[in-house]
């Protein structure tokens, strides 16, 4: 860092962004009050980071980009010679790459969702940037913005709060069933790009979807720290899935801040891909779970070069019957650590909680750390937890090679096979170039 | 010491696999203690031998396993030293290992793992070795849905020694290694995975069985094979069918005071 930054400097510069996104965005008087009410909360807020300090954070927010990425990209030939190069070797499209890039093309792809949108917002399905969903639907979104988290948790919450921008408001009516995942980063390209968006779910009873975040390919931000904020609200009998792509590039540092309320009976898939972290990611989602709802947090991570992962993840248990699962798999290359710590509560009676995690390192100087926690206040609930950290068996190696297969394309099958399982739910079309990018990671090639 | 040792002349064709005074450590241990055996194509070889006299390690330390430490001798296959190479180099060259315990793979599935060895070994596109792959396993007793089941996961001991005898069918190896075959597997399995011993057999495929009984043998054609019995880290004795008959009816023990 070159020069300090103190609080004050940090504040100032909060404030001026709160200003330009308020005329921006043109929005309510409540959400530029509730910026400010963030903005104060911020200086004595605790940061409960484990990686970034306090000065890093208010260097962070003193110059929020990076350098070396071109400031316009206005074409694939602004991409990073290597980040093109990678984008190639993945296969990914012309039209994709220009999407990664944020470069604002009207694609195919983009028509179709729209004609898509439209059909589907007469049968009560909305997606809208969350700016938009704040002056269209006042109402709806004063009602639910903020009330799973508080400002004044952490600093980056607050900071979260004073500057959010970008975001998927979305909304599912009562019985509407949604045959086809929805792709969000397709949907509005904006959304994966900004540094804060904050993502607003909100589902009727006996509603069916599934929305995917992000993307697999490797995106250029150019942001140090990104603080997306996701808050879902499943109500009775709903069915959900959220699965989160990610392949961030090694500079970023991504605190992600995920909550879900789910009412009687609803179920919830919130499954994490993590196929780049940044270097460093933070994650603790919470889920207060009513009667008979389960919850399902399924994490996949591919732990590379000197990256640090942390995967949290706090499930309360509040009604009878209640039920939730966090499972975790992760890959750990390199010098790369990654920690988990779940913690299911069961609060209520017959409830059931389950904490897995597997982890398989693929160097001496990769490292695992798991610490389940399993807290009951009845005595009639079911909590287990069970771990399993190690290499690839030479058993199984020279099984796959006895049959012809060399060590590289042995321990790709290898190590696919074992994320495999947890990737069952993840549309097909995404999980080829999943496949692809875990064996090039394996192989050093990323 | 050896004293005595039947000089047994097999027909067949040229040689195949030569094993040149094999000496062989596991960790700190020496298990194989200067093996000799020798193969030609197309032949029928037996190894016979109580537990722990080194049948699994010589059986794993041709295919490669890399756990064995090889510290004196040498393994030439079709006239080339292969002591050297690794396991995927010598199942290229036409060697294959039907584990007695093959292990789990978690999250591959059957058929995704036989179409790329297929395709790594044979060249064969993926789209045609799905067929293939559904006509050979119905021959083994595995129905079509069984082919998306992950490789090993949760097979019983019968389905583990078909599919090991199913990968050997596709591969069509020059010589088929076979370590217990026999071993944990119920009567109808046992005739199937004889069946198709045989079948291989006639087709050419030169056969390395490893047995703790000669039971199998029942089920096995063909007069011409050779038997060798190893007792710890040694071939103590080579001969034919007659031999295998002599081991069923007194066990190993006088063959092993003659050879003392």
């Known amino acids: ?446 | 010491m050896l004293k005595k040792r039947p000089i047994y002349v097999a027909h067949g064709g040229e040689k195949m696999l030569k094993v040149e005074d094999l000496h062989v450590n596991a960790g700190d241990k020496e298990i194989l203690k200067g093996v000799n055996l020798s193969m030609k194509m197309g032949e029928l070889h037996v190894v016979m031998g109580p537990n722990g006299s080194g049948k699994s390690t010589l059986a794993l330390t041709i295919a490669g396993h890399p756990r064995y430490r090889i510290l004196k001798g040498k393994i030439i296959f079709e006239g080339e030293d292969i002591t050297s190479i690794g396991p995927d180099e010598r199942a290229k060259r036409g060697i294959f290992l039907a584990f007695q315990v093959p292990p789990e793979v978690e999250g591959v599935k059957i058929i995704e793992f036989l179409q790329q060895v297929l395709a790594e070994l044979k060249g064969i596109d993926p789209l045609e070795a799905y067929d293939l792959v559904v006509e050979k396993a119905r021959e083994l007793g595995f129905k079509e849905e069984d082919l998306h089941r992950y490789v090993n996961v949760g097979f019983s001991g019968g389905e583990r020694k078909r599919f090991e005898l199913l990968q050997a069918i596709l591969v069509e190896p020059k010589l088929l290694i076979l370590d217990e075959p026999d071993s944990g597997v119920d009567v109808d399995s046992l005739k199937i995975i004889s069946g198709k011993i045989n079948e291989l057999h006639k087709k050419g495929t030169a056969m390395l069985l490893i047995t703790h009984y000669g039971r199998i043998l029942e089920h096995l054609g063909g007069k011409d094979l050779i038997v060798h019995v190893m007792k710890d880290g040694r071939v103590v004795r080579t001969g034919n069918r007659e031999l295998v008959e002599r081991i069923d009816r007194e066990g190993f023990g006088e063959i092993f005071e003659e050879v003392m």
């Open chain 1, 1 to 446: 860092m070159t020069e300090t930054i103190t609080m004050r400097d940090a504040k100032t510069i909060i404030e001026n962004q709160i200003e330009e996104l308020a005329k921006r965005n043109r929005e309510p008087e409540w959400m530029t009050k509730l910026r400010y009410k963030a903005l104060e909360a911020f200086e004595r807020a605790p940061l409960n980071d484990p990686v970034i300090d306090e000065n890093t954070l208010l260097s962070f927010i003193a110059k929020p980009e990076v350098g070396g990425i071109p400031k316009n990209v206005e074409s694939l030939d602004d991409f990073p010679p290597e980040l093109k190069a990678l984008l190639d070797r993945l296969g990914i499209s012309e039209i994709e790459q220009k999407y990664i890039a944020g470069l604002a093309v009207q694609t195919d792809t983009g028509i179709v969702y729209n004609q898509f949108l439209q059909e589907w917002a007469k049968k009560g399905l909305i997606v809208l940037p969350t700016e938009e969903a704040v002056k269209k639907y006042p109402d709806v979104v004063k009602r639910h913005f903020l009330k799973l988290f508080k400002v004044e948790e952490s600093k980056l919450t607050a900071y979260h709060t004073a500057i959010w921008n970008g975001g998927i408001f979305l909304y599912v009516k009562e019985g509407l069933k949604v045959p086809f995942p929805l792709h969000l980063f397709f949907l509005i390209q904006e959304s994966a790009l900004a540094q804060a968006p904050h993502i607003l779910i909100i589902a009727e009873p006996n509603t069916e979807f599934h929305l995917i975040e992000g993307c697999t390919a490797p995106i250029l931000v150019k942001h140090s720290l990104h603080l997306d904020m996701t808050e879902a609200y499943l109500g009775e009998g709903s069915k959900a899935q959220l699965t989160v792509l990610q392949n961030w590039p090694e500079y970023v540092h991504t605190r992600p801040m995920t909550r879900a309320k789910m009412l009687k009976g609803a179920r919830f898939i919130n499954t994490t891909v993590s196929l780049g972290s940044g270097k460093s990611s933070v994650a603790n989602p919470k889920y207060w779970v009513g009667e008979g709802a389960h919850v399902e947090l399924n994490g996949i991570v591919l732990g590379q070069k000197d990256w640090y992962v942390d995967l949290g993840g706090e499930m309360y248990l509040k009604g009878k019957g209640a039920s939730g699962i966090n499972a975790s798999k992760a890959v750990i290359m390199d010098e790369s650590k990654v920690v988990t710590r779940g913690i299911i509560r069961a609060e209520a009676s017959k409830t059931k909680g389950h904490i897995s995690c597997d982890a398989l390192l693929m160097g001496d100087s990769a490292v695992m750390e798991t610490y389940p926690g399993l807290v009951s206040m009845v005595d009639d609930a079911e909590l287990s937890h069970e771990a399993a950290i190690g290499k690839i068996r030479e058993e199984e190696l020279f099984y796959l090679m006895s049959r012809g297969l060399d060590e590289e394309k042995a321990t790709q099958l290898i190590v696919k096979g074992f994320l495999e399982p947890m990737l069952r739910d993840i549309p097909m079309e995404f999980l080829v170039e999943i496949r692809k990018i875990i064996e090039l990671a394996v192989s050093g090639g990323m």
